[in-house]
């Protein structure tokens, strides 16, 4: 059979805005060049904080073909990606391909693939996890993913329109959101016990690594300013009210407005040195390494330090910060609910969770692999493509090792949501991170609506867009995987 | 030190104490009287008494302990009896020397490791030789003399899970990584591996050298797998492969069993199996105690295989006796059976149990061997193996079921291709339906079709009237179904009676349905008395013949020459329990099921009930009946006809069964559907299915991507005309205008155009319209 009967060519229209979420396309790999209709924006481009050269397609093929050591398989597989139009994120995260291909392939397992839970409920799910951090962005595409599918649109009026069993997610969605470590088996026993509304382990399982990739996804969207997509606001329905072309610029307006006139103010004259000193203390941590026989218990004041001085970086003026109304805000429960920190002055402490005790590769895995198949296997290879990627490069200086500063930023990120590795010297944490840096992550991870341009510009001066994003990479690996071992740990204690 | 009697004066119990704290792992000290115990809180030595644990010693001292005593692993020195040595969390390797006279024991401290240290090891007979393993990808061998290393083996930063001297070849020692590997290097050589193979998918936990078997090293992995490797050919062999259920955490192989090994898992199983390699399937023994994760075990002695010591997250120590040991296999059973998707059947069992003589004299025995539908016969004989084991020889045999029996699946794909579901009224859709079930020889199913028209279409309908067998019997259906809902179970006893007479009495057409009954009755299906209602005569004559024929071997219906099939697909012409009680074929009926009315029923009613109710009642009236119905058939695995009714009834049923169950119907008859490859079946019940989830069952994969005909790029927005190149992307081939509705191209040359256009031309030519010499063809 040669020829095959087609299709209404508008109907083919219709889901071209999707084209690029499809795996299976013969289509010639043709790049596409950009901007044609971002009218609605005040800043075009993928992002808002780096500029739009930073991350055209051409800088990334030249850079995908010419300096990146990829395998044909790899070639293809973005190629397919591509031949459609691509999302900004994957733009944005696109400066890198290894990267970008581990994820888009563990987020469409996620999305699209076999899995225990329903397609509508992954995209609801999803929009849950995103609105929490009002993110309208992944939320307003979500809400069109959820319209395609055609089912049950009215949950997409609010919460209260969705059946029990997705609001029973709301407890551990907001749990997770902001305050990982407050998560108990009971928790799951209230999810998973028999009843009208029980969920199933593995398709709780299957949630839960939703809401995780969701929460560490906002955050990366905030960190590196990703704008919205400019057709997701254009479809019709719902969405319209969800998304106006108001609110889908919300992020953008926001952020650029709150630093408007400063837009290069973080010049300072010294800041040439500063990279180098940077290199400097690396060397010297590496050579002190050696010799440095610290105490255990200089170890552990070390971390407490660490943890303790993460409550002190705080963004200014954001205490009792109001939740705007937002659109978005119909599909979060509990809006006041949000970051506390890990270590609180004068009250009991969750006790700290020791990442021996329970480490991804050996326990989380196991268990995630188990009750929903093979997402272990995507996990992990995200996980290990984002902690070993480097380019030996640092700003200018090529062939630096940098892995003690990625260690640095992943376990930074854990040591603020309490997890503590033994094996790990916190005191590098001070040498290497500085307090700009550390505002930047601590707001990026734990409360990302909160990022502004500013923060985003006021560190790493000489350092490239690409690297900031590689660090926003880091981030978001380090928050997934902290709240996904508080999950899988509860659900660890409920099975036994 | 009473070397040679040591073994004989082991003796104890299962006992268990408990910690204070989760363990990480155990080890025990040469002569077997002490165990140590190490975990991120706990290091303490326990003597092994006759009747429990006594706790000899703490060396978790200080004030606040340091990080130094969170152990991941521990080993007792095998030579010389004071030393111990653990790996601990934060990089160190700490060395412990019981005889210093303080009461800090702590010898000796190596920092050099960045990462956690995995694992630490004693050479076997070499004294002062200690090797670690850490997370940071390195392997170090120290000198307990020196203050340092004496070398350093580089894993290329792949973190090392696991190292174990071999016990036979002084120089050599295994190491595992966590991204599969296995390494094996040699001592003196620190520069570069002896050999390299890929062992497990995912980081091996563990490894452990056979203590007799020069070359075999038993690996353990988080991909579920123990795999066993023979070392000593020039290629590194895989010869024994155990599947357990969850990753393995610790393997030891079991001393004086040459075959054995103890397993124990990180993750969710809490059990510790011992293993027979040749028997990879089920495991030899079990132990059951834990009841959290156990972290260490430890055979007490290496040369007795009765005792095993356990340490556990679950904060216990125990010691385990073989002979308490739970034996899998006892429970085991040894048959097995397994229908193929085409209606083959596969059997396998105990070879004695096979060849017994096909004397019963049941029609099913007759496949077994001797008969003549015994396809082919496998017989598996294990290989030799110890002693302990019974020797079993088992038998396959495999049954093929004939082209075009009833037995097969064909029914199913016939039924799912000629069912109407829509497009017609209600009345006539039912018709279909029945009369295609009868025709595929399925008069339950061709009965509920006709009830389900009968009973929800209106009165006046004329297919109703049209039904000849209804005014033979000259009485009203509806009445009928009606009054012997209601007074099935008070009737009951009366029923039985007036059933003899009928039998007795009655020889005509009356007595036709009611042998007919007889002979299908015994499914107990409530509704099928309505079937004679819509039987012709030569089915019930035929019927008739058979019941009355009883004794008569031969049988036209072909599935009773394989009784198993009984039990799975539910076919209604049920003769056998029939024969085997002709007397009384209807106690059984009407008793099992207080909702199953015989066809006596209506009629010992008719003049009882006839004109007491009116003729005219809801249809809502029968839906509890209905869906008790959809309910039974799905039960019975007959999922198609529960979809195909819930369908066609549509809204008169649909709000009566819930969503939920309606949607697992609903999957597991598209699933069935496309197994079978009915692809366009399936997608008609997806259209038609008023389940949400369904539904967008047709709503993925849809999108298909087009690029323009002129400028080859992608067309990425709505409309016909391409963006860039500002031209309409889909002419039609023939005529030149833009296709507006259905298209059809050429996957050979994409070339295309209006559906009715290329059909036409590809009616003169072969060639392809736009000229590009391609040989389309259209089918």
């Not at chain 1, 690029?20 to 609605?40: A, D, H, Y």
């Not at chain 1, 030249?62 to 397919?80: A, G, I, K, W, Y």
């Not at chain 2, 990808?137 to 792949?158: A, H, I, N, Y």
């Not at chain 2, 966590?178 to 591996?193: A, F, K, T």
């Amino acid at each position: 059979m040669i020829y095959n009967i087609k299709t209404h060519i508008n109907f083919i229209g219709l889901y071209c805005q999707n084209v690029f979420f499809i795996f299976m396309t013969n289509v010639l790999l043709v790049p596409q060049e950009k901007g044609m209709k971002m009218s609605r924006h005040i800043s075009t481009g993928p992002s808002s904080f780096i500029p739009e050269n930073e991350v055209i397609l051409n800088f990334f093929f030249q850079r995908l073909f010419s300096s990146m050591p990829l395998n044909d398989s790899t070639v293809m597989f973005l190629d397919e990606e591509f031949s459609g139009r691509m999302d900004n994120l994957t733009q944005v995260m696109g400066l890198h391909p290894h990267y970008l291909q581990a994820f888009l392939r563990c987020h469409y397992y996620l999305l699209r693939m076999d899995g225990p839970l329903p397609l509508h409920y992954r995209h609801y799910i999803a929009i849950m996890a995103a609105a929490r951090h009002q993110c309208s962005t992944l939320v307003c595409q979500h809400v069109q993913e959820f319209e395609q599918i055609g089912v049950c649109s009215d949950w997409l009026r609010g919460l209260e329109f969705c059946p029990q069993r997705l609001r029973n997610l709301n407890e551990i969605n907001k749990i997770l959101a902001h305050r990982p470590w407050l998560i108990t088996k009971q928790h799951i026993q209230a999810l998973v016990k028999t009843g009208e509304h029980s969920w199933s382990l593995a398709e709780l399982v299957h949630a839960v690594v939703l809401l995780a990739h969701f929460h560490a996804l906002a955050s990366f969207v905030f960190g590196s300013g990703v704008n919205p997509d400019p057709e997701v606001t254009e479809v019709n329905g719902v969405t319209d009210d969800i998304c106006p072309p108001a609110m889908a610029g919300l992020c953008t307006c926001h952020l650029t407005n709150s630093n408007q006139g400063n837009r290069n103010p973080l010049r300072n004259p010294d800041t040439g040195s500063e990279l180098e000193a940077l290199m400097e203390r690396m060397k010297r941590l590496l050579e002190e390494r050696e010799d440095d026989d610290a105490s255990e218990e200089e170890m552990f004041t070390r971390f407490e330090k660490e943890k303790k001085e993460s409550l002190l970086v705080v963004s200014a003026g954001f205490d009792e910060e109001v939740v705007p109304p937002s659109p978005v805000a119909r599909f979060v429960d509990d809006p006041s609910f949000g970051y506390q920190d890990f270590a609180r002055h004068g009250e009991d402490n969750p006790p700290t969770f020791k990442a021996q005790d329970y480490t991804w590769e050996d326990h989380g895995f196991s268990l995630v692999n188990r009750l929903y198949s093979d997402i272990g296997h995507l996990l992990d290879d995200k996980f290990r493509t984002a902690c070993d990627l480097t380019y030996y490069n640092m700003a200018s200086h090529e062939g630096v090792d940098t892995s003690m500063l990625r260690r640095a930023l992943f376990n930074y990120v854990h040591c603020m949501y309490g997890i503590r590795y033994d094996d790990y010297d916190y005191g590098e944490v001070n040498q290497l991170l500085e307090r700009n840096l550390k505002v930047y992550i601590k707001t990026v991870t734990c409360y990302p609506e909160r990022t502004t341009r500013r923060m985003y510009e006021s560190y790493w001066h000489q350092f490239r867009h690409s690297e900031k994003v590689h660090v926003n990479l880091l981030l978001m690996e380090a928050r997934m995987q902290a709240e996904l071992l508080y999950a899988l740990r509860a659900i660890t204690h409920y099975m036994t | 030190m009473e070397k040679l009697t040591r073994v004989s004066t082991i003796s104890g119990r299962t006992m268990f104490c408990h910690l204070d704290a989760p363990a990480n792992a155990i080890s025990v000290c040469r002569d077997a009287t002490q165990v140590v115990v190490a975990g991120r809180n706990i290091f303490k030595i326990y003597g092994l008494e006759e009747d429990g644990f006594v706790e000899r010693l703490n060396l978790r001292v200080g004030r606040k302990p340091s990080l130094n005593f969170s152990c991941a692993d521990v080993m007792w020195h095998q030579m010389e009896e004071n030393l111990l040595a653990t790996a601990a969390t934060n990089g160190a390797v700490v060395m412990w020397n019981l005889a210093r006279p303080c009461r800090n024991k702590q010898e000796q401290l190596f920092t050099e490791h960045k990462r956690t240290v995995n694992k630490v090891c004693f050479h076997p007979t070499e004294v002062n030789m200690l090797l670690s393993g850490s997370q940071d990808g390195f392997m170090k061998c120290f000198d307990l003399r020196k203050k340092e290393s004496v070398s350093t083996f580089s894993g290329q930063s792949e973190s090392v899970r696991d190292v174990q001297f071999s016990i036979k070849d002084y120089f050599t020692f295994a190491a595992s990584f966590e991204n599969g590997n296995v390494q094996l290097w040699d001592i003196r050589r620190p520069d570069r591996y002896e050999r390299m193979f890929t062992a497990h998918t995912g980081p091996v936990f563990c490894c452990d050298w056979h203590p007799e078997d020069r070359g075999w090293l038993a690996t353990g992995g988080r991909d579920k797998m123990v795999k066993v490797w023979d070392m000593s050919t020039s290629r590194v062999k895989e010869i024994y492969c155990v599947q357990t259920i969850a990753s393995v955490a610790r393997v030891k192989w079991r001393p004086e069993r040459r075959y054995h090994l103890a397993t124990c898992s990180m993750m969710v199983d809490h059990n510790i199996y011992v293993w027979d390699v040749r028997r990879p399937f089920i495991p030899f023994a079990t132990f059951e105690e834990h009841k959290d994760v156990t972290t260490g075990i430890v055979w007490r002695h290496q040369h007795d295989p009765y005792y095993l010591l356990s340490g556990s997250k679950d904060s216990t120590l125990y010691q385990h006796m073989f002979k308490d040991a739970s034996r899998p296999v006892d429970r085991a059973n040894p048959e097995g059976l397994c229908f193929g998707l085409f209606g083959d059947l596969a059997f396998a069992a105990k070879e004695s149990l096979m060849s017994a003589p096909p004397s019963v004299g049941d029609v099913g025995r007759k496949t077994y061997p001797g008969g003549d539908r015994r396809y082919p016969i496998f017989f598996f004989k294990k290989p030799d193996v110890t002693e302990q084991f019974e020797q079993v020889s088992s038998a396959l045999s495999v049954f093929e079921s004939e082209a075009g029996s009833s037995v097969g699946m064909d029914w199913f794909i016939n039924t799912a291709q000629s069912y109407l579901l829509s497009g017609k009224p209600f009345g006539e859709l039912c018709e279909h339906n029945a009369q295609v079930a009868k025709r595929l020889n399925r008069p339950q199913e061709s009965t509920t079709w006709t009830m389900l028209r009968i009973m929800f279409s209106e009165p006046a309908n004329p297919s109703l009237s049209s039904n000849h067998n209804l005014n033979k019997s000259g009485n009203l259906p509806l009445v009928n179904s009606f009054s012997m809902k209601e007074m099935s179970a008070a009737l009951s006893e009366r029923n039985k009676e007036n059933r003899q007479d009928n039998l007795h009495s009655l020889e005509t057409n009356l007595n036709n349905n009611d042998e007919n009954e007889e002979t299908e009755g015994s499914e107990g299906q409530a509704e099928y008395l309505f079937g004679d209602a819509e039987l012709d005569d030569d089915d019930l004559y035929s019927m008739e013949h058979d019941n009355q024929a009883a004794e008569e071997p031969e049988y036209l219906l072909p599935q009773e020459a394989f009784p198993l099939r009984h039990e799975i697909i539910d076919h209604p012409s049920a003769p056998e329990p029939v024969q085997e009680r002709p007397e009384s074929p209807h106690v059984s009926g009407s008793e099992t099921e207080s909702t199953c009315l015989t066809s006596t029923e209506s009629f010992s009613l008719i003049s009882v009930s006839q004109l007491l109710f009116s003729p005219h009642l809801p249809p809502k009236f029968f839906c509890p009946i209905v869906k008790e119905m959809l309910c039974y058939y799905a039960e019975q695995g007959d999922v198609q006809m529960a979809v195909s009714v819930l369908i066609v009834l549509g809204d008169r049923i649909r709000k009566e069964i819930d969503e939920l169950t309606q949607e697992h119907w609903y999957m597991s008859y598209i699933d069935l559907l496309q197994r079978f490859e009915l692809w366009n079946v399936s997608n008609e019940v997806i259209k038609l299915s008023t389940c949400g989830a369904i539904m967008c069952l047709n709503q993925t994969s849809t999108t298909l991507h087009i690029n323009c005909s002129n400028c080859k790029r992608p067309m990425s927005n709505k409309g016909w005309i391409c963006d860039r190149c500002h031209q309409c992307a889909s002419v039609c081939a023939v005529c030149h205008h833009v296709v507006k509705g259905l298209f059809v191209w050429c996957q050979g040359c994409s070339h295309g155009g209006h559906l009715e256009h290329v059909m036409e031309w590809l009616k003169h030519s072969k060639h392809c319209p736009a000229g590009c010499g391609h040989l389309c063809e259209y089918t």
